[in-house]
């Protein structure tokens, strides 16, 4: 298992280099021998895509959904292949699909906590209590407007001069 698992590195170091062939070909040998190796199954289809063959990177990333029919990463993949590939609705398909199969991680309702605490969460210390300020400051722009001068008569006519 190690030795498939030091071959996948190698193959994901290709990967990132931009060595999309050789990652392939290192992918294809680890699916040869253990054709259930999940991770694998789904670069290779990623690694068509980039080499730009998306017929085969479609039918890797089938592979792969056999293996995870509800894994987000296989619909988002599936959904990024299609629509390079222009098929529109199923690539809203696999989009959809991605997204249920983010909601199906906690299927709790909303506000209900499960068994997993967040460690960080639990050292936190609660917030200081703000003090409110006894009087607050005056708003100038609440103030009310002057009072209307009375009319003078050389002012009768209503300029505001």
Known sequence: MAVLQNQYDDAMYDFSQ???????AKLEAILKADPAHFDAQFSLGMAFCRLGDL???IAEGHKAEQLRPNEQLVHTNLSL?????GDKAKAEHHGLQA???SWRGNMAPPGV?????DDLAATKAPPPAAKMPERFPEMPWK???PAAKPA????A???PC
């Open 55 to 57: 017929v085969r990177a």
């Open 157 to 159: 006519e209503g300029d």
């Open 81 to 85: 292949f299609y629509l390079k590939a």
């Open 113 to 117: 906590k499960t068994g997993a605490t």
């Open 143 to 145: 103030k009310k407007a």
């Open 99 to 101: 997204r249920i199969a």
């Open 18 to 24: 931009g060595d999309y062939a050789g990652a392939a």
């Open 152 to 155: 003078s008569p050389e002012n």
